[in-house]
């Protein structure tokens, strides 16, 4: 199985797992994962978004269920690819799906500076990696984290600050 088939297979199963009912797609695969599900669930929206778009400032008006974005990144400054992976988050897209190439431009440390997780990487040339954002599990539960914990009620009124 080539690089590129995985991809698409392993982005196919992210979709049908998420069971989605709107779809934000950008790039090739992208693309046509999107018309694919599109086909098979027709009253999904399905909102494609091209590569020229991300040279502009653009606004996403509302949240997606799923957003795929590949063969796109690369080809862009990182400042813009930034900017559109920023928005999606920000506006609560649930999930996040970027496969992209390797190279100088993004690197892991940028993803997850944007709280992306590297789910898994393909063989291929260029090798590609595909990175996920899940708005479900990005914040994990931590035990400190909790009312418990957010005051010490034995220091009131011993200590001034």
């Not at 063989?123 to 010490?152: C, G, M, V």
Request: aromatic share 10%; charged share 15%; with cysteine.
């Amino acid at each position: 199985m080539s690089a590129p088939t995985a991809a698409a297979e392993c982005l196919s199963g992210l979709i049908e797992a998420c069971q989605p009912q709107s779809l934000l797609v950008c790039g090739q695969l992208a693309q046509h994962l999107g018309q694919s599900w599109h086909q098979a669930h027709p009253d999904t929206r399905v909102t494609v978004l091209t590569s020229d778009t991300l040279t502009v400032e653009h606004a996403l008006s509302r949240p997606y269920d799923v957003a795929l974005i590949t063969e796109t990144l690369e080809h862009h400054p990182q400042k813009n690819g930034a900017l559109l992976l920023g928005q999606l988050r920000n506006y609560g897209t649930h999930q996040i799906a970027v496969l992209v190439a390797d190279s100088d431009r993004w690197q892991f440390q940028d993803f997850i500076g944007l709280g992306f997780k590297r789910l898994t990487q393909f063989e291929s040339q260029p090798p590609l990696t595909l990175y996920t954002y899940n708005i479900s599990n990005y914040n994990h539960k931590r035990d400190w984290n909790n009312a418990r914990f957010w005051a010490n009620p034995e220091m009131w009124d011993k200590a001034r600050w």
